[in-house]
């Protein structure tokens, strides 16, 4: 017996130590590798020199990057508020008892298959030619021309492709959600004469709240590293407006010379991306318990 | 009052359909523009809404031509078909040593930690040394790119693959073990064929995941001339100039594997996207 315990160890280790290996070569090491090329002031080739923390410290004073944080915020924010109320609604009304239910559920969730660049172009379009049309007839000013176009606005155009996408994805998983919820739930506080908002707040939300998590969790670290759409429907422009964090780190760090500075920008990225999600898990813990 | 709930909402219902407005309407105007003629494109909305006055399929045609369509959706399948095999085979069994070791040694659940906690790595802070790490190992290509699709999503396939596990009595692998049966044969014939509605999921999580993406070889195969279906859209860019339908023939392309493998697979597709989610 003890000997084919071993055998069972060996087997084990025979199996876990290549996978291990993997994963530190193509993920561990390429990190390690970042962090060290962050303290460098390498442009992509050639030679290069350690600076320091002079990265770092340049990061907080390079007003470019500070315009694309606030930007990558700004519209992880409002997407993952919009996201995460309206595949709320999508999902209490498609889990409720309604006619084609599976069919709908079906195309509600179409958006999420396709892929952020492809959609993007196509978005872009009817940015361009579509709703300034639209505005002209309607007498709407800040859609006269294209939103793409406009510093101001354009934000709310990539935001918009982000959405239609995100909603589809969070919806199925509220529906999951939702569908935990045990019919008795329902029909007691039926009884019990709350009314429909009320009943949904005080006894639905608090059970689904778990998914709510996922959820936050999920939207929340997408929209944060939002890149296709950017690629498709503005890359940056106008002026910077929607250039997100990853699409900078990709485009100043690849071709720009400034391999070792976006190494820089690409670790504090992780470590705010990191410090985000666990504080979401940690708060939404809480009040998963408090419930 | 049991009669009334179970009553069909129809006001619910037919808001509903309408709401399918905003998914059909962007992909309506799309097929629209794909199989007009330039000329037919006036500058209001009815040039990029109206039926064109005769269906034809040159768009189509020209597209596959300038965007060299075949080749780039073999390198699709070809790519996303290798790893979700590959993932099945080599993240299941991770996840079964992982999930079997964790319980009786502390080593395995670092090693499961270690691996989970790939998760919050973004793509970006990997990128720039991936591309100069896959150059130098000759990687710079399709294998580099289904090789790092392995290494990224390890961390999601580990965690359903071993929290599945908990499903799957010991008491199974037991047996076989009192039958004589060796670790390797006991996974592969008792174990895996269980994991089942697992594999479907992962599968689909990837498939959806590596089909679409575009960062990875877009810095990885850049340089090789080989493009997937996302990536020819990104290449091709500047070639289909103003000509909108020649461009939206090619998106319809590029829409149309991903749509037909949803429409065969649907209920597999929404389940395992809540499997998925809800375990992760």
Not at chain 1, 72 to 96: C, D, E, H, P, R
Not at chain 1, 168 to 189: D, F, K, R
Not at chain 2, 10 to 18: F, G, H, K
Request: hydrophobic letters at 50%.
């Amino acid at each position: 017996m003890k000997k084919k315990m071993s055998n069972r160890d060996k087997t084990f280790w025979a199996v876990i130590i290549p996978v291990v290996i993997l994963f530190f070569a193509f993920n561990t090491l390429p990190m390690i590798k970042g962090v060290i090329y962050s303290f460098t002031n390498y442009k992509g080739y050639g030679t290069y020199d350690y600076v320091g923390f002079r990265n770092y410290a340049d990061l907080f004073t390079d007003s470019r990057v500070g315009k694309s944080y606030l930007f990558t915020f700004k519209y992880a924010l409002a997407g993952t508020i919009l996201v995460n109320v309206l595949s709320l609604v999508m999902a209490v009304g498609l889990n409720s008892k309604i006619r084609c239910k599976s069919a709908l559920r079906g195309i509600y969730f179409v958006p999420n298959i396709l892929g952020g660049l492809v959609i993007g172009y196509i978005f872009s379009f009817i940015f361009t030619y579509i709703l300034p049309t639209v505005g002209n007839v309607f007498h709407i000013g800040f859609l006269q021309n294209s939103i793409l176009a406009s510093e101001k606005y354009a934000w709310i155009g990539v935001l918009i492709v982000g959405v239609w996408q995100a909603v589809a994805m969070n919806t199925i998983i509220y529906i999951s959600g939702l569908q935990t919820v045990p019919e008795e739930v329902y029909e007691a506080s039926m009884l019990d004469g709350a009314s429909k908002w009320k009943q949904f707040w005080k006894v639905i939300f608090p059970l689904v709240m778990p998914f709510v998590t996922i959820n936050l969790v999920l939207s929340t670290k997408n929209f944060l590293m939002v890149f296709d759409q950017i690629m498709s429907l503005t890359k940056g422009g106008p002026a910077q407006s929607t250039e997100s964090i990853s699409y900078l780190i990709y485009k100043n760090g690849m071709d720009g010379g400034q391999f070792g500075f976006q190494s820089a920008n690409a670790v504090i990225f992780f470590i705010v991306i990191v410090a985000i999600s666990l504080f979401q898990m940690t708060v939404m813990n809480k009040k998963e318990e408090q419930l | 009052m049991m009669k009334e709930k179970q009553k069909t909402n129809w006001v619910l219902t037919i808001v509903l359909i309408l709401g399918t407005v905003t998914v059909f309407f962007p992909l309506y105007m799309a097929v629209i523009i794909a199989f007009k003629k330039p000329s037919e494109m006036t500058n209001d909305v009815a040039g990029a809404l109206s039926f064109p006055k005769q269906w034809s399929f040159e768009n189509f045609r020209q597209a596959m031509e300038v965007t060299d369509f075949w080749h780039s959706l073999g390198n699709s399948l070809l790519i996303t078909l290798v790893t979700i095999v590959l993932a099945i085979l080599i993240h299941s069994i991770a996840g079964y040593v992982i999930g079997r070791g964790m319980a009786r040694r502390k080593s395995f659940r670092f090693i499961y930690l270690y691996i989970v906690s790939g998760m919050f790595v973004p793509f970006s802070i990997l990128m720039m040394p991936l591309v100069k790490q896959t150059a130098h190992m000759g990687l710079g290509n399709r294998a580099g790119v289904i090789l790092l699709y392995l290494v990224f999503y390890m961390p999601m396939n580990v965690l359903l693959y071993s929290g599945y596990l908990k499903n799957i009595p010991i008491a199974l692998e037991e047996a076989a073990d009192i039958d004589g049966a060796s670790t390797w044969t006991t996974y592969w014939k008792v174990v895996f064929p269980m994991m089942k509605p697992m594999h479907a999921t992962v599968a689909i999580l990837t498939a959806l995941g590596t089909w679409n993406d575009v960062m990875t070889p877009l810095v990885i195969m850049s340089g090789t001339g080989q493009n997937t279906l996302p990536l020819a859209q990104l290449n091709f860019q500047t070639q289909f100039g103003t000509n909108y339908n020649l461009a939206f023939a090619s998106y319809i392309l590029a829409l149309i594997p991903i749509l037909i493998f949803y429409m065969i697979c649907q209920k597999q597709i929404l389940n395992g996207v809540a499997n998925g989610a809800v375990k992760g």
